[in-house]
């Protein structure tokens, strides 16, 4: 357990540069005196670091020094090799630089653990992007994802869906995430914090004239800011709600319990009723919808269109 700690402990110094005692103890989840105890031990080791006092002190390793020790044990090895994306890699022009990446890594690993990564990519593969749906077009994703990385940033024109649906908005871009084959851009704007599909922008200024570097607050997580986009997003989808019958497939099929007694009545959040309208028609006559009226009028119409369609 110790061992791994001071491989950890050694390996945050070399990613992150000076860290606190405490920030340290923070990372390891442990208390600073193990963390005191820690360095000592490296120190005794061999390992040139060296602690700063005072209020910006903290622990630094000696510039230019860079151990080749990886830590990585059996499942570390698998999951990096599980984790690489080479669609958004290709994307964002990274292609190349995971193969090479992928190779080197596969070069400096052990002859077991090489074998085991290597059964991973035989027998494993992501493939993100759900069915039915053409890639998106997303000319605009590399000087994007430039931006991001150089904290530059951005005067956009963006093709929205609410009037007026062209508008241009000078952004500080945070961060991109890849959800379910699409891009997205994570920025801060006059109006707060927005997200953004990629393959909605359809211009960019002269990268030339926004050369200015931002700065990112400090407490900005990206992982964070996406959950709460998604659950304020899920929040605004269903705003509504129908009651409805159904039989014991079109139960099962909406993902509801059952009742015991053939049909079963139940309300369910809804988006909208043009979007209900298609949902409940795919259940076919698994399901009677009882309100609102409208939606039942609605669905009523389209049979009663379907039935003189379809005569006998």
């Known amino acids: 357990m110790r061992a791994s700690r001071l491989v950890t402990l050694l390996l945050l110094l070399q990613n992150r540069g000076r860290m606190t005692a405490e920030q340290l103890a923070g990372e390891l989840e442990v208390s600073v005196r193990t963390v005191y105890r820690d360095v000592q031990a490296l120190a005794a080791a061999g390992v040139p670091l060296y602690g700063d006092a005072g209020h910006d002190g903290g622990y630094r390793l000696v510039d230019g020094y860079r151990t080749r020790l990886t830590g ?81 940033p951005l005067v956009l024109r963006y093709r929205r869906w609410r009037a007026p649906e062209e508008i241009e908005r000078r952004v500080e871009p945070y961060g991109l995430v890849l959800k379910a084959g699409r891009w997205y851009l994570v920025a801060a704007g006059p109006t707060g914090m927005r997200t953004y ?59 509801v319990a059952a009742g015991r007694d053939g049909w079963t009545e139940v309300r369910v959040p809804i988006e909208s009723i043009d979007h209900a309208h298609g949902e409940f028609l795919r259940l076919g006559a698994d399901v009677e919808v009882l309100e609102p009226a409208e939606l039942r009028d609605r669905i009523a119409a389209t049979v009663r269109t379907l039935a003189a369609r379809y005569p006998d």
């Open 197 to 255: 599909r990629v393959d909605q922008i359809i211009g960019l200024c002269d990268p030339a004239a926004e050369a200015t570097e931002f700065a990112v607050p400090a407490d900005f997580d990206l992982g964070a800011s996406w959950t709460g986009y998604l659950a304020d997003f899920r929040a605004r989808l269903h705003t509504g709600e129908a009651l409805v019958r159904l039989t014991p497939e079109g139960a099962r099929r909406l993902g």
């Open 72 to 152: 990585l044990t059996a499942d570390e090895a698998q999951a990096a090799f599980l984790a690489a994306l080479p669609g958004a890699a290709d994307q964002l022009g990274l292609g190349g630089a995971l193969a090479a990446a992928r190779l080197k890594l596969r070069a400096a690993l052990p002859v077991e653990l090489r074998e085991r990564a290597g059964r991973i990519q035989e027998r494993f593969l992501l493939d993100a992007p759900g069915w039915y749906g053409a890639p998106d077009d997303t000319p605009h994703l590399a000087a994007v994802a430039a931006a991001v990385w150089e904290r530059r």
